[in-house]
Each structure stands twice: as C-alpha cells, then as structure tokens.
C-alpha cells in the first residue's frame, strides 16, 4: 500500500472522506438490523478498495477471475431476488466473504450450488433446503468450480470470552 499512497490519485479522498462515511453508514445499517444498506454499502467500499489497487502505478490486481466470478454470482441472485440478499468483500487477496442473513441461507447456498459449486463445509449437522433460485442464470458457474477449494460456513458469536488457556507459554518470548 505505500506504493499506492505514492502512485495512486484515488487513494487519499477514499482514506479521508470516504472510509469514514461508509463505516458510519454500515454501522448504522448493523445497529438498525438494514442487511440490505449493509449489503450496498459493503459492496461499494470493496469495489472502491479495488479501484484504488487498479489506480497503483503499476496496478495492483487482487481480484482473479474467480473473484470476479464471485461477484458476478452474488450481484445475479441479488438480481433474481428482487432485492440485496447477500453481498460480497475480499480478504487481503482474491478470497471471497458472502454476508447473508440465516433465512437466505438456503438461496445463497442454492445460488453456489448452481454456480458450480456442492461441497460445503461447517454446516455442523444443520439440515438446509438449499435451492437455486427461479431465474438464476447457471452459465455463471464455470469458473467457480474449477477455482473454488471449499466453501465454510461461520456465524456471528457470543462476543469474547475470557480464556484461562494459552496458545504460547506465558513465560516464552
């Protein structure tokens, strides 16, 4: 990123004006339980953190084709939905994270599964109709398929414990 805060004319409205408007707008859509403003708003700041890294000189691409593919898979059932079901950010690389609420599970698994992909890790004996949504369009699966190792599942916790247990001994430096 210090090439980019070199190089890139994007970078400094999207840290100074930007961030902080969205992050207030996302945390506001958190508190109101708004998955569809968190959706937009979450998928726009990916979007702007990209076209930052493509506004590097030279160009820094996280984003493959499976990324891109991801994308494209979550804006098509969006599309189909009628509405902002699930919405899509990176990692510090090419790795997707799809939000969703629990009650869509189902259609965004369903909408994975018709886009290529079946194995799907973490859902803990949790029995899920999973169905692909009427209208998805299936032609967007085949990159996926190819490209995609696995698919895990995670939920929103209790928050932080207090653990009496330790990874690396206190005493070790």
């Known amino acids: 990123m210090q090439t980019t805060v070199k190089t890139g004319t994007l ?5 100074e004006s930007i961030v902080p408007l969205r992050m207030g707008l996302m945390k506001k859509a958190i508190l109101e339980r708004d998955f569809e403003t968190f959706a937009e708003f979450t998928m726009k700041d990916s979007n702007s953190f990209h076209a930052v890294c493509l506004d590097t000189t030279p160009p820094i691409f996280y984003l493959n084709d499976i990324s891109r593919n991801i994308i494209a898979v979550v804006e098509e059932l969006n599309r ?3 509405r902002k079901v699930a919405a899509y950010t990176f990692d510090a690389g090419p790795n997707a994270v799809i939000y969703y609420e629990e009650k869509m599970e189902g259609v965004v698994l369903g909408a994975l599964k018709g886009a290529g992909l079946v194995e799907v890790d973490g859902l803990q004996g949790k029995m899920v109709e999973v169905g692909t949504p009427e209208g998805f369009s299936e032609k967007l699966g085949g990159v996926l398929v190819q490209g995609v ?13 207090s653990v009496e247990t330790h990874l690396v001994r206190p005493d070790s430096r």
């Open 11 to 15: 970078f400094k409205e999207r840290a």
């Open 80 to 82: 189909v939905m009628g």
């Open 149 to 161: 190792s696995r698919v895990i599942l995670t939920g929103v916790g209790e928050g932080p414990v």
